[in-house]
């Protein structure tokens, strides 16, 4: 390997190789501490509403580094309606997820509605939304904490003590079954897609790349999942809030890569005038960002209330502003246009471990948002800095 | 013999990978107006910029000698305060501050803390009398056109006391009688004993101004044309900058049958969309056949490109009326998607601001028109994506290492190659074609002309708008001139010459 392909190497990954230093970093802090499986358990199940509203966060980031300050307060309002429909009101745990996604998607719509086809500034329309929903969340639960007793719910949405998928396969002592089991059938599939996806290429005569390459790239990702899922079946399995984190995930990470609508959202933050003039509702656009923002914003919702077995008025602070931090380490651009969904989850990776890591450490609260504030910024300068010089 | 003001000796200058600029000499003369020329990325660009200290003392190898020292300029400043002004191609005015505010921007008058804005505006008038300027100084920016706009940025060069005045592409945004305004200008300024370099790709204006031509090529000089000595003649100063003769600059097409009618434009009435009483297309009326390239011709500002962006899904304009049929049939479209979809492509004259997505690759650009054409039920086929990229690459002969490659590193013929690309991909019967050869070389202009004969040959219809003269008459089967938002003439390729055309225009503005 040469100099040149070094830097293009460290270019690409920078981000994945500042996540394995920070990881070594906080091994050796914390004497190995943070490896431990009930530690990995819960950087997954703590961070869920980070990694869906970060998801959701980047697709209104691409149309043009446009943001959604609201997301905390939807996550809190919806939460909140939820618990009432729940406790209070006695509706069925199914519906009333339904309701809470519903509901969810309207307040995006709404703001949706406002941003793309009158065309107010994203940040006042959501500026608006963050104290329409904060004041509306105290008005719904009159000022108090709400309890959340459904069992059935807390355990769907990763809450409670026993939120992890059951081993159905029957373990008992030692590895959870379910999760080993879930970790090879994941790792295979990943093979299978990569190596058809080769054999496509090659049958259509298209150009493949460097098939090396692509093989350390698969054994790399394998050891990873394998990693982490022995960690995960060493605690207690598969956390409930990966299934969903896992959902979201897969889901974005197509649309955004693999279909047209995907491919709107880049072309709208690269030159939305050439993108209308190619014949694309860039309002539509806009309006399916946000929209969708609402509806992520519902699903964080269900997963903050079942974590915390409760609805509270102040819940879901600063979410927009973890999810906007690992948008923007991930390496999404603040002028849009760029940024990928596995990005975005380095992104909260690794605001996630430096978060956990000082927690175990003990390092001082303030001291932590300090670190994450530094963190943030040297992560976009290495990034602009890094491209500038490529270029 | 006058003296030599600056001369540049054996300036080389390497950029990773690439060397701009390999052992150029360049001597000017005082009271010369001197031009450079040469094709898109010869190094004219590089060799201002080293020049003006944009790229500092150190990161070149060679000498620049001016006024009989030999200089090493760290930063533009330093080459301003020994007079050395250089005016960017791209107006770096700001819309919303005043005339004076502009040209004082960064050189203000008074002290650090406190702007005496008394002189501000009243230096700034003494400077813009001189360039024949009339407006108060405290006009905003935006109020003004861009012919004026750039007199405004030669205004403010001679606020900093230019005795060597740089015009980097001085009138490629002007329209003829500005370009024709500002060239005089110089030559009343060399009268009084300014120096100028001129950069230029209009050729007929450089044998106009200048008294000395020199010629770049691949980052080399090549020769230096002296007025009276040598010959001065737009085929001989190609023939410098491309290294042979092109023997004729319009490929001939051969045996284009022009078939029916397959669109026709009725009455159409177009308002401008802020300003709404005002008309910017007025009660036009024109016809394409199949496998006709139709000209339209015009001064800046003639409605040309409004026409065509408000027949293209009403991409432009207010209070659009008139008919628009298409094979006969009357259609109404409502938006790009429609446009596309009844086969009309409109190739924007900003490539850069409507067209392309600087930030995205040649494959994400050529598709973005036709995704529908790469994928299946919404789910884009990357490979086939690839393919298709690869294979309009190949067509149109665009010069990039792979596809993949962004498209904002490309050079302003392979930007408008690519832009063609997406249009082509898009399968138009109509192309509507805005300043299609809008700052590209001579050799990358030939090349587009030949995709121009291609896709007429293919039974495709080609509207093409330009405000140069002789790519209209070398190019058109038949031409619209356009004047104020009317069809001012139509002239047939037999009938048409330069004069006509003009007068054609002249004759709508006296209102006859």
Known sequence: MNSAKIRDFITKYTMIIVLVLVTLFFTWGTQGKILFPQNITNLISQNAYVFVLATGMLLCILTGGNIDL????????????????????????????????????????????????????????????MLVFRGLSNVVLGGKTLPIKSETFTVLFGGGANCYVPDFLGGGEGLNRVAMAAGIIACLIYIFVTVRGHMNRKKKGYETGNVAAMYIKMIVICAVIMFLTVKLAQHKGIPTSLVWVMIVVLIYGYITSKTTIGRYFYAVG?????????????????????????????????????????????????????????????????YGGIGTVPGVIVGALLMGIINQGMSIMGTDQNMQKVVKGLVLLAAVIFDVVSKKKSS | MAKILLEMKNITKTFPGVKALDNVNLQVEEGEIHALVGENGAGKSTLMNVLSGVYPFGSYEGDIIYNGDICKFHHIKESEEKGIVIIHQELALI??????????????????????????????????????????????????????????????????????????????????????????????????????????HKLNEVSYVADKITVIRDGSTIETLVKGVDEFTEDRIIKGMVGREIADRFPKRHNVKIGDVNMEVKNWTVYHPVYSERKVVDNVSIKVHKGEVVGISGLMGAGRTELAKSVFGKSFGSNISGTLLLNGTEVHLKNARDAIHHKLAYVT???????????????????????????????????????????????????????????????????????????????????????????????????IY??????????????????????????????YVMNEGRIAGELTQAEATQEKIMACILRSSKGE
């Open chain 1, 70 to 129: 609201s997301v905390g307060s939807v996550v809190c309002f919806v939460g909140a309606v939820g618990g009432v429909l729940m406790e209070n009101m006695g509706v069925p745990v199914f519906f009333a997820v339904i309701l809470m996604l519903l509901l969810g998607a309207v307040i995006g719509a709404w703001q949706a509605f406002w941003i793309a086809f009158f065309r107010i500034p994203p940040f006042i329309t959501t500026l608006s939304g």
């Open chain 1, 270 to 334: 690269g030159n939305e005038k050439a993108t209308k003039l190619s014949g694309i509702n860039t309002d539509m656009v806009y309006f399916i960002a946000y929209t969708n923002m609402g509806l992520l914003s519902a699903l964080a919702g269900m997963l903050t209330i079942a974590r915390l077995t409760s609805a509270q008025p102040t819940y879901g602070q600063n979410y927009e502003m973890d999810a906007i931090g690992s948008c923007f380490i991930g390496g999404a651009s603040a």
């Open chain 2, 95 to 200: 819309p919303y501050m005043s005339i004076g505010e502009n040209m004082f921007l960064g050189n203000e008058r008074g002290k650090k803390a406190s702007i005496n804005w008394d002189e501000t505006y009243g230096e700034a008038e003494k400077y813009m009398r001189q360039v024949g300027l009339t407006e108060s100084s405290r006009t905003l920016i935006k109020d003004i056109g861009v012919g004026k706009q750039q007199l405004v940025e030669i205004a403010k060069a001679l606020a900093k006391n230019a005795k060597l005045l740089i015009l980097d592409e001085p009138t490629s945004s002007l329209n003829e009688t500005d370009s024709k305004a500002l060239l005089d200008l110089l030559l009343k300024f060399k009268k009084e004993g300014m120096t100028c370099i001129i950069i230029s």
């Open chain 2, 349 to 447: 004259e900003d490539r850069k601001g409507d067209g392309l997505i600087l930030s995205n690759s040649i494959k994400t650009n050529t598709t973005l028109a036709n995704l529908d054409g790469v994928s299946d039920r919404m789910v884009i086929d990357k490979d086939k994506e690839y393919a298709v990229a690869v294979e309009y690459k190949e067509k149109l002969n665009t010069k990039c290492p792979t596809v993949e490659q962004n498209v904002g590193n490309l050079s302003g013929g392979n930007q408008q190659k690519v832009l063609l690309a997406k249009w082509m991909f898009a399968d138009p019967d109509i192309l509507i074609l805005d300043e299609p050869t809008r700052g590209i070389d001579v050799g990358a202009k030939y090349e």
């Open chain 2, 450 to 479: 030949c995709i121009i004969n291609d896709l007429v040959a293919a039974g495709k219809s080609v509207i093409m708008i330009s405000s140069e003269l002789p790519e209209v008459l070398g190019m058109s089967d038949r031409i």
